[in-house]
Each structure stands twice: as structure tokens, then as C-alpha cells.
């Protein structure tokens, strides 16, 4: 195990290993963070692109043997989870220089009834974690990287000589958390699923919305916006008239053509959840044909 400066940190130390490896091109399901996106590029990486809906069709049929797959593990945004036996099955038959890094900082909230794997015993396998999202604590700046043992070494001594080691005091107060555990912080973000999911039912069942919400992991619901609505001119009008401050698509990178949507945060106050959704709805519904109810 390498521990990072979180798990941004880790990505990077990854990407610039694979890089140095000989591997040139990142093929990543989309969408994909913005940030995550351009780290990747400053490594040296050629990003490879697919849409979630044929992701699994065109790993079947890519035969590429200088290519690493990147994959984030509740998906961020949509919520999407791999679970193990199709993990081996992506593997199954590729090359030894194959490698797949795991983004699997979402992991301990998984909802639905497909399990999200833990790292598996795989030399070609990377999986990513840290603090910041399961432990609720991204100031920490703790996080790791697992992988085969003189993969780790490797990085080990790139992260020394771009980073020097993690703070001793961040990693005691990381390892406190991890005793005392994130029951309650998981609690909190399956009362905001419930929370969301009612609000999203009643939208539906009125005609207002369209669209699948996907929540079966994670710690936000990826809100679908209509086609053609302005994301950040709506992002724009919730951070100046409500003090929201919500991640947009704008902050992706995404397939051409693909429909904007917002973030809503799964883990805030019962009564903050409720204004974001309340600010959501006029946009959401005027869209669908509502006189009543106008863009804010």
C-alpha cells in the first residue's frame, strides 16, 4: 500500500506510473470529472472516452495492449456500480501489461442490490481510496493506492520524490476516524437517498420529469436536466438567490451530445436537502410544460 496526499493524489501517481510504463492511452467511462480528466492528460495520457451505455460492449470487443481502463466504482456522478464478477469478466483474457485503475472512494455507500467489489487479487489491478468521501473528511488529505507489491514500490518512491510522505498528524487523526467509524455519515446519506428518490417519484408520477435518477451508490444523486437547458445559468441563479453551490455537468467531461444535470449532495441537513430540491423544481418541471412555473 502507498499512502497519498488523498485520493486525487493517488490517481496521479498512478497515471504518470502507467505513463512511464509504456501505456499511452486512459480509455474511461463517461462522464468523467473534469479535473480527473485533465490529470490524465497532463500525464501524458491519450483519454479514450465511451458512454456508460456501451462501455461494456466496447471493452469486449478493444483489443488495445497499450491502453489502461480507468473506472470509478460507485460511479461519480451517476451512481453506478460494478460488481465483482464483472470486474473478472473485464479482465478475463487480457494481456499481463492490461492494467485497470479502480476509483473506489465511493465505496462504503452502496445502495442497491448489486455489491460494489473491494480490490481484487489481481497484479493488473490499481484501486484507489481515501478519507475524503466515506470518512467525510477531504481537508485530511490522507488517502492510498493498492496494487501488486513492486507496482507499489514504484510508487512509493515516485511519491517521495514528488510529494515527500504524508503528514504523521494527518494519518493519526485518519487512522482515529477509521477506529470510530462512518455509521452515522452513511446513515445520513441513505436518509438524503430516501429524500431525494420521494421527491424524484413525485416529479415522475405528475408528468414533470423525465429521465432516470441513478442512486444506487454514492454520496449524490445525479439530477438528469432537459436537453438544451442552460446548466450554468441555472448554477449561476442557485448560487446568487439561494447560496447553493451545486456541481453542474459543466464540471465533466462527457460523449457529445449528452444531457446536461446537477449534483445534489446526499449527506446535508434534512432541511438543506429540501431547499435544494424546492430551488430544483421550477427548472426541472417549466421544462415539461408547466405555465405555472418559470426558469428562476
Given at each position: 500500500?502507498?499512502?497519498?496526499?488523498?485520493?486525487?493524489?493517488?490517481?496521479?501517481?498512478?497515471?504518470?506510473?502507467?505513463?512511464?510504463?509504456g501505456l499511452r492511452t486512459l480509455?474511461?467511462?463517461?462522464?468523467?470529472?473534469?479535473?480527473?480528466?485533465?490529470?490524465?492528460?497532463?500525464?501524458?495520457?491519450?483519454?479514450?472516452?465511451?458512454?456508460?451505455?456501451?462501455?461494456?460492449?466496447?471493452?469486449?470487443?478493444?483489443?488495445?495492449?497499450?491502453?489502461?481502463?480507468?473506472?470509478?466504482?460507485?460511479?461519480?456522478?451517476?451512481?453506478?456500480?460494478?460488481?465483482?464478477?464483472?470486474?473478472?469478466?473485464?479482465?478475463?483474457?487480457?494481456?499481463?501489461?492490461?492494467?485497470?485503475?479502480?476509483?473506489?472512494?465511493?465505496?462504503?455507500?452502496?445502495?442497491?442490490e448489486r455489491p460494489c467489489f473491494?480490490?481484487?487479487?489481481?497484479?493488473?489491478?490499481?484501486?484507489?481510496?481515501?478519507?475524503?468521501?466515506?470518512?467525510?473528511?477531504?481537508?485530511?488529505?490522507?488517502?492510498?493506492?493498492?496494487?501488486?507489491?513492486?507496482?507499489?514500490?514504484?510508487?512509493?518512491?515516485r511519491n517521495e520524490f514528488e510529494?515527500?510522505?504524508?503528514?504523521?498528524?494527518?494519518?493519526?487523526?485518519?487512522?482515529?476516524?477509521?477506529?470510530?467509524?462512518?455509521?452515522?455519515?452513511?446513515?445520513?446519506?441513505?436518509?438524503?437517498?430516501?429524500?431525494?428518490?420521494?421527491?424524484?417519484?413525485?416529479?415522475?408520477?405528475?408528468?414533470?420529469?423525465?429521465?432516470?435518477?441513478?442512486?444506487?451508490?454514492?454520496?449524490?444523486?445525479?439530477?438528469?436536466?432537459?436537453?438544451?437547458?442552460?446548466?450554468?445559468?441555472?448554477?449561476?441563479?442557485?448560487?446568487?438567490?439561494?447560496?447553493?453551490?451545486?456541481?453542474?455537468?459543466?464540471?465533466?467531461?462527457?460523449?457529445?451530445?449528452?444531457?446536461?444535470?446537477?449534483?445534489?449532495?446526499?449527506?446535508?441537513?434534512?432541511?438543506?436537502?429540501?431547499?435544494?430540491?424546492?430551488?430544483?423544481?421550477?427548472?426541472?418541471?417549466?421544462?415539461?410544460?408547466?405555465?405555472?412555473?418559470?426558469?428562476?
Amino acid at each position: 500500500m502507498c499512502i497519498t496526499h488523498g485520493g486525487l493524489a493517488g490517481l496521479g501517481l498512478v497515471f504518470r506510473h502507467l505513463r512511464s510504463s509504456g501505456l499511452r492511452t486512459l480509455i474511461c467511462q463517461m462522464p468523467m470529472l473534469s479535473s480527473i480528466h485533465l490529470l490524465a492528460v497532463s500525464a501524458g495520457l491519450s483519454v479514450r472516452g465511451v458512454g456508460s451505455d456501451e462501455f461494456l460492449d466496447y471493452m469486449a470487443n478493444d483489443a488495445s495492449r497499450d491502453a489502461a481502463l480507468y473506472l470509478c466504482s460507485p460511479h461519480n456522478p451517476t451512481g453506478a456500480v460494478w460488481d465483482e464478477a464483472e470486474i473478472k469478466t473485464l479482465m478475463s483474457g487480457r494481456a499481463d501489461n492490461f492494467r485497470l485503475v479502480v476509483d473506489g472512494v465511493y465505496d462504503s455507500f452502496v445502495f442497491g442490490e448489486r455489491p460494489c467489489f473491494g480490490y481484487l487479487e489481481d497484479p493488473r489491478i490499481f484501486y484507489i481510496d481515501s478519507m475524503s468521501k466515506s470518512y467525510g473528511s477531504p481537508g485530511l488529505r490522507v488517502g492510498w493506492v493498492v496494487g501488486a507489491p513492486d507496482e507499489v514500490d514504484r510508487l512509493v518512491v515516485r511519491n517521495e520524490f514528488e510529494n515527500i510522505a504524508v503528514g504523521g498528524l494527518n494519518q493519526e487523526l485518519a487512522r482515529r476516524l477509521l477506529e470510530h467509524g462512518n455509521v452515522a455519515l452513511i446513515d445520513r446519506v441513505v436518509d438524503g437517498r430516501r429524500q431525494v428518490i420521494r421527491w424524484w417519484s413525485r416529479l415522475n408520477a405528475a408528468g414533470a420529469a423525465e429521465g432516470q435518477l441513478s442512486v444506487d451508490g454514492g454520496t449524490q444523486a445525479c439530477v438528469p436536466l432537459p436537453v438544451g437547458l442552460d446548466v450554468e445559468l441555472l448554477s449561476h441563479r442557485l448560487l446568487t438567490d439561494f447560496h447553493l453551490v451545486l456541481v453542474s455537468s459543466a464540471n465533466y467531461h462527457n460523449v457529445p451530445g449528452a444531457a446536461p444535470f446537477l449534483r445534489v449532495p446526499l449527506g446535508c441537513d434534512p432541511q438543506r436537502l429540501c431547499q435544494i430540491l424546492e430551488a430544483l423544481e421550477p427548472a426541472i418541471v417549466s421544462q415539461y410544460g408547466d405555465s405555472r412555473l418559470t426558469l428562476m
